[in-house]
Nanobody, 126 residues
Framework: EVQLVESGGGVVQAGGSLRLSCTAS????????IAWFRQVPGKEREGISC????????YDVDSMKGRFTISSDNARNTVYLQMNNLEPEDTAVYYC???????????????????WGQGTQVTVSS
């Protein structure tokens, strides 16, 4: 069974940091790309960053580049999202998702992913 589990969310003050984790199981980790998305109620799910476990390349959206950094620990089948200088506008449910690297389509759009975690809430207070 393919499973992605996010953790690390919580409440943090503006300017603070969090590191989210996405732990994968049930599939060959190195054959996939893993991405982070977030969603605010009433808005579309938004891509943040993607990492190809196959070759280590990363893809980011400009709006969060520099504050959010994706990385992986392949021995632990885990992808991280380090979030620094958090702003209230970063409040959202954060999801990780997986797609087969060899046949990937849209790396920063939800329609490019077939496997999703349950999400973890991040709340940034001012």
């Amino acid at each position: 069974e393919v499973q992605l589990v996010e953790s690390g969310g919580g409440v943090v003050q503006a300017g603070g940091s969090l590191r989210l984790s996405c732990t994968a199981s049930g599939f060959p980790f190195e054959d996939y790309a893993i991405a982070w998305f977030r969603q605010v109620p009433g808005k579309e799910r938004e891509g943040i960053s993607c990492i190809s476990i196959t070759d280590g390349t990363t893809y980011d959206v400009d709006s969060m580049k520099g504050r959010f950094t994706i990385s992986s620990d392949n021995a632990r089948n885990t992808v991280y999202l380090q979030m620094n200088n958090l702003e209230p506008e970063d409040t959202a449910v954060y999801y990780c998702a997986a797609t087969l690297w060899a046949t990937h389509t849209y790396l920063l759009k939800p329609k490019g992913y077939g496997y999703w975690g349950q999400g973890t809430q991040v709340t940034v207070s001012s």
